[in-house]
């Protein structure tokens, strides 16, 4: 089993930036991949980016590519999402995931879920 739990969501104006957490815990993350999704109420939840913890391989959905950066802390067993240029689109409950790193899809299906944080966009 791996726990997830997520921190960092909060208000943030148009253009303006926020560092969301997810701190692991349960079982070590080498054979994982870790992923962020987002999701409004009345859509389905969308993916946004991924790591493979391993080898560092980055993912990321074209919608927060040049925006969003994923990161890791090997120590911390910890994964970071970093979401600058922030849109009102960008607004969504955040989840952090888990897979197993043989996965073929970074898209998912995930295994492990957080409990999701709000980010909210204003304009």
């Known amino acids: 089993q791996v726990q997830l739990v997520e921190s960092g969501g909060g208000l943030v104006p148009a253009g303006g930036s926020l560092r969301l957490s997810c701190a692991a815990s349960g079982r070590t993350l080498s054979s994982y991949r870790m992923g962020w999704f987002r999701q409004t109420p009345g859509k389905e939840r969308e993916f946004v980016t991924a790591?493979?913890?391993?080898?560092?391989?980055?993912y990321y959905s074209d919608s927060v590519k040049g925006r969003f950066t994923i990161s890791k802390d090997n120590a911390k067993n910890t994964v970071y999402l970093q979401m600058n240029s922030l849109k009102p689109e960008d607004t969504a409950v955040y989840y952090c995931?888990?897979?197993?790193?043989?996965?073929?899809?970074?898209?998912?299906?995930?295994?492990?879920w957080g409990q999701g944080t709000q980010v909210t966009v204003s304009s």
């Open positions: 995931a888990a897979q197993r790193a043989y996965s073929t899809s970074s898209r998912g299906p995930y295994d492990y």
């Open positions: 790591v493979t913890w391993s080898n560092g391989y980055t």
